[in-house]
């Protein structure tokens, strides 16, 4: 009797685990904590426009985003303005305050031709010239943008080669302009470093992250739709980060062939209370929640009692003096409470201390190795993105339809 | 022999059209596009103050900040800044740079008893006194809020009871704001108009929105996700005004008790394009995709050709002269083209003529008529929210808790 076999089966955990630490060593990010940064603090100081437009796509910009919108409402920080498109109408309106002259521009490309980026380094070049002063650099090395740098004597900051754009955001396209805006970028390794040595200490990060994948792996045919719900605005930009993290690496297939989707939606709270809220609760139970809450909102906005009697209308909601942070946390729990209540609603909540550096970074250094764990699970290239290429080449081919210059 | 059914079927096309033309006369919004905006045009023009703060949650703003921010980047506008959370870090980063002596407040909230709304009254009257001059209240009749205007004498647009919040941006709630801000509102309602005669003589309109509506729920199970992918950063808040309205109307039970999820999506091209695309392209098969493009962006802005020899490394992508516009729609067009080849991917293309107060307006209208459609293809209540109750409750439970005042 002859048995032959062709199961897809899902890995055991240590397994997983050591495959993570031979991916270690190849994988660019996992090293990206212990880097020397004195080089980007001495640059950032030498900076002395307090305007600087960042000009990235994707991984380029979403992280630097992600740190800077989190961090602006409780810090005094240098105005980064992001040019992320070729959208004219978005590159007047984002331009319209911007003193060009007085203006810092960062060029951020890790393959170093982005369309978007190129076009817009013509047309700013156009306005304004490009020279060592206002101008920096960053990409791989021997790009077309490398070159270029080179030939115009610009400031150039490397991407390794081995590290992603998505999974980009701590090295040197992340930290040169936050270091430039006045984020502490040392505070950001550090938080990083935390959830490293945590990690593969194979303490409590260990455990959780692994749990969480192997659920989001076995039942991703159940739950296809990841929704992240931030209880705080200033998390909107981190969302969009995770939704490419997670898009761009998990919509893979994987070594059977096999199409792989984790869909991820990011919502955030309360505002989405009032509109995405029915369809988790009324609709399909596909989805898993995962609630990312503030603890400390470093705000004492109160709202306040009113012994007016205008007000009296209001009393069923009339509290005693509390803050905004208080408010917001109770409708967090309110929400959390209800969706739990539901019990076949997949629900985590993830608790950040406060609002700073150090937690932001270990808030994204972790979903970068969630990411890394359940692209083991699935048996994909969780670091290319080879689905983007064919509109690429058909977008290289009208543009030559055009005529090339 | 006898014989009992219990089928679950989806019904025919005229059936659908005559329940539509019953429920006309008795849901709200079909009726705005013919109301008298006499009165609020003529108050719009009492308001001096050149910044207005409108206060509302869920539809109450997400409609009215989609037609703001579609036109803002073409027109000159009054300043609206929208307070649609509690945070704190939000609220602050709002009102920076906003003069609150000078400003003009709008209080938006069908139920007049919003949670969120109140706050923010309170907090407000508490900086600057909320007086006939500075103040409009926007909500249904004998609600807590429409007692409060009177008692202070405040202007008061009335909401009808039988328009919904996520229906409700052709009444009081889109208009008087937008009409304040300086929108032509005559020409949003000749947008609705058009939508709603060419659907209701049963012409083009007829057939795209009924064929696609039912295309979408026979293929609910297969598809469980519908994309928006829209190629102009001035649409990112009609992406969010239809996440709104897709999810709240659709995520129900229907008449048998059974879940319903059509889950929306909102994307941004070519942004997106960086990062969501590679998990429509290699990802499960489990997303429809609609793509919105602009014909005319009103922008001239060029990616100038350059003679500048550092610019050679670039020839690859060196197109003769070409504007921002024309690059955008040759990207969008790229994607398209690279989806519809995979034959798989359900793809439709709304292309609207310009950015201009008619071309918003008849999106919006469109995608309210398909909503309701599909709430009737699927046999569920498309105006009510009874999901979202339970957590509400449980919020008041804490207020209470805390000591009511």
């Known amino acids: 009797m002859k048995y032959k076999k062709n199961f897809y089966q899902i890995k055991p955990n240590d397994v997983i685990f050591k495959k993570i630490l031979q991916e270690r060593d190849e994988v660019g990010y996992y090293k990206l904590p212990f880097q020397d940064i004195n080089s980007i603090t001495k640059y950032s100081k030498t900076i002395q426009s307090q305007e600087v437009i960042v000009v990235g796509m994707g991984g380029s910009s979403l992280g630097v985003k992600s740190i800077y ?9 240098k105005k980064l303005v992001f040019l992320d498109t070729v959208d004219p109408l978005k590159i007047n309106y984002s331009l319209r305050n911007v003193n060009l002259e007085d203006a810092h521009f960062l060029f951020i490309s890790k393959s170093g031709k982005t369309i978007e980026v190129l076009s817009l380094l013509k047309y700013i070049d156009s306005k304004v010239s490009l020279i060592k002063k206002n101008t920096t650099i960053i990409s791989e090395k021997d790009t077309p943008l490398h070159v270029f740098s080179t030939k115009r004597e610009l400031t150039f900051f490397e991407i390794p080669k081995n590290v992603g754009g998505r999974f980009s955001v701590f090295s040197n396209v992340g930290l040169v302009p936050l270091a430039i805006s006045g984020v502490d970028i040392s505070q950001i390794l550090h938080g990083c470093k935390k959830v490293y040595t945590d990690f593969f200490k194979g303490e409590k990060y260990y455990k959780h992250i692994i749990e969480k994948s192997r659920f989001l792996v076995e039942n991703k045919g159940r739950f296809n739709i990841n929704v992240v719900f931030s209880y705080s605005s200033s998390l909107e930009s981190f969302n969009k980060w995770y939704i490419q993290l ?38 399909v139970r596909d989805k898993t929640i995962t609630f990312i809450k503030i603890k400390n909102l470093k705000s004492n906005i109160l709202i306040p009692e009113s012994s007016d009697n205008t007000f009296k209308v209001f009393d069923f909601a009339n509290t005693k003096e509390i803050s905004f942070s208080e408010m917001l946390n109770l409708q967090a729990d309110s929400t959390i409470e209800s969706i739990i209540e539901e019990q076949d609603i997949p629900t985590d909540v993830i608790t950040i201390s406060t609002v700073d550096e150090y937690n932001i970074s270990k808030l994204m250094f972790t979903y970068q190795l969630m990411v890394s764990i359940i692209g083991q699970f699935l048996q994909i290239n969780t670091y290319n993105q080879p689905g983007v290429e064919h509109s690429k080449k058909i977008l290289f081919d009208k543009i030559k339809k055009l005529g090339v210059k």
Chains 1, 2 share one sequence.
Do not use: C, Y
């Not at 919108?69 to 920080?77: C, G, R, V």
């Open 69 to 77: 919108d989190f961090l602006i409402s409780t810090k005094e920080l």
């Open 246 to 283: 997670w898009a761009e690496s998990l919509g893979k297939k994987n070594v059977n062939g096999t199409r792989q989707a984790l869909t991820p939606i990011g919502l955030i709270g309360p505002d989405d209370q009032h509109s995405f809220l029915q369809l988790i609760m009324d609709g």
